[in-house]
């Protein structure tokens, strides 16, 4: 029997998580089964269970495959990008993307919304979803860094808190889909996205931080209830 090659073996894994992934943005990861899998991958059973020995394996290297592919096809698309306002626009617009589709991925917003329901029961789950962050908001901090050394963007602005916060937002605008279904308009989803960044960008008109009132101490414990 001739030896299969490292690449054949590569493009058969990639084809069988591509097909989970289209299964379960269709079923839900709970109704899904691996026979789903092998029906919609068109390879026999025992291909499928020749590279992953159950739905969670399934599911943790779809994890890993819309992260990974993410990054890339946002690392492309950046470098179209002149100004700082250009590839954080260029950012936002790929992100709100790639909710509805990656390149032949299925789109990553209900995907990553099962991720989330199931990173509270499954450790390696979170741990993926929480790399996925820190990436994004790595390339978030790098962008308006970038931004700070070409005085498009204010010194002081806090740019991990920026990024961590702006992220979560954008997240945000995952659920808005899920939750607004066939009203979802992407257009009205890029608008309340780029009004933040709106914000940011306008702050580089600011030379003295803005005054942030330090929050008020805790009044000192009554002891009530001791004895």
Known sequence: MPRVSAAHEQEIRARIVVASLRVFAELGYR??????????SGLSVGAIYTYFKSKDELFLAGCNLTTDASLGELA??????GTTAEKLAIGVGYFLDSIDAVGDLPGMGAFVVQAWT???????????????????????Q???REGMARGEIPAWIDAEAVATAYMAMLDGLILMRVEEGAGYRRADAERRALAILELVLA????????LVKAAPPRPPSLGLGAG
């Open 31 to 40: 109704r899904a089964t691996m026979q789903d899998v092998v029906r919609a």
């Open 203 to 210: 702050a580089a008109a600011v030379v003295e931080p803005p």
């Open 142 to 144: 790098m962008l308006l």
């Open 118 to 140: 199931e990173a509270g029961t499954e450790p390696a789950v979170r741990e993926t979803l929480v790399r996925r962050r820190e990436q994004l908001v790595t390339v978030g």
């Open 76 to 81: 492309g698309r950046l470098a179209a990008g």
